[in-house]
């Protein structure tokens, strides 16, 4: 596990477009016409099967032309931004590169495969199958599911070597004996309700 873990999100892109789900129900399909709008939205609580992963990917090539919405990233300077953190708080540190919706619009696997040639091995996304389209596309290193998935994504998260975080006993159970049928050994990061009572299992859960 990892000594300690940074995400980074806002140091590197300069934008924390999240969730815009609810924007996209109230408004309907005008919101097809912003990039960020497609993949900003959580689709559903969890993570979805293989052919959702398929659907949204469809749906974002039929969008794309109708957007006149403009983004140019400059690797290099995505790069250099992550190289001085990463010079900043040591080698020691492993940094999380937080990739989900879409890099926040700045594309998915152009920016994740920029980051791992800058050093990065550790990707965060939100749903499960963000990580599918991102082992699909070559990438290696940790793959973080920070939505961590339902017992419908079990076969996805082991199969593409995903590592969802865990909230509850019962998900971790059923993604175990999951692992266990299919003989292949699975990662988690477990998250540890320490008082805030909003999510996470208990410590005496830990223990047990």
Known sequence: MFRFCIFLENMVYGCSHDCLGQVFKNYGTSWRDHRIGLYGCRLGAYARKQADVDRVEQDFKMTQPLSFNRVEIDISALQANFQGIQETVGSQINIMAVVKSDA??????????????????????????EGIKLRRAGLKGDIIVLLGGSPESYEDVIRHELTPVVFDVDFLTGLSNEAARMKIEVKVHLTVDVGMGRMGVMPEEVEA
């Open 104 to 129: 926040y619009g700045h594309g998915l696997v152009e920016c994740a495969k920029a980051l791992y040639r800058a050093g990065a091995r550790t990707f965060g996304v939100a749903e499960v199958w």
